[in-house]
């Protein structure tokens, strides 16, 4: 009798642990899926563009980011009508109001993030990674000269879709909704370029 118990725990032991490591391979398996999909859809974005809100909470703005070979434009439209070209280590930001430029480097403020998202696969690859409804979200936080945040990038999964990006710090709490996806756009030569767009009027 004892040694059937015995026998019967060890089985119960067996079922258990195998039940567990299959449970966590699927797990790890879909992981791998989803960040094989989100990383290949990043990969492609050449030559795309996409209308986006963005709510800091206190303030709601409009506009369009546009991605290229190797550089991101950002166009807010509302309220306030403003560019940010970025590349990995240049940025510009122009004020068409004040006609006002200015240079810095994306790695000092949260507008690394855009590069973090589009321009690094490590983002995806080490990013926590869950799903919920129709969503896939990644989520990972970084640390730059702003400090610490948490950055978390949403995507549709039916149609594949980035949809939101979402940004929280001690000093910053955004989210950018993003809609009107194009892909394949055709952008002037000097569309990207870090120069005050009225030199070009």
């Known amino acids: ?85 970025l590349d990995k280590n240049k940025a510009m930001y122009y004020n068409y109001d004040l006609d006002e430029d200015e240079f810095f480097n994306p790695k000092d403020t949260l507008a690394g993030f855009f590069f973090e998202i589009f321009n690094s696969l490590d983002f995806i690859n080490e990013s926590k990674t869950y799903s919920n409804n129709n969503n896939l979200f990644f989520e990972r936080e970084l640390e730059g000269d702003m400090g610490k945040y948490n950055l978390k990038v949403i995507f549709e999964d039916n149609p594949f879709l980035i949809r939101k990006i979402e940004i929280d710090s001690e000093e910053v709490n955004l989210v950018l909704s993003l809609y009107n996806h194009n892909y394949n756009e055709n952008f002037d030569e000097n569309f990207f370029k870090l120069i005050n767009p009225s030199f070009f009027d």
């Not at 060890?10 to 960040?35: C, E, G, M, R, T």
């Not at 800091?56 to 950002?74: A, K």
Request: glycine share 4%.
């Open 1 to 85: 009798m004892q040694v059937k118990d015995m026998y019967l725990k060890k089985y119960k032991l067996i079922l258990i642990l195998s039940f567990f490591i299959f449970f966590f391979q699927k797990i790890v398996y879909a992981d791998d899926i989803n960040k094989s999909k989100a990383i290949k859809y990043l990969d492609d974005l050449k030559f795309f563009s996409a209308s986006f809100l963005q709510n800091d909470g206190s303030q709601i703005s409009e506009g369009q980011i546009f991605i290229g070979d190797h550089r991101l434009r950002v166009d807010y439209k509302l309220p306030s009508k403003i560019l940010i070209i």
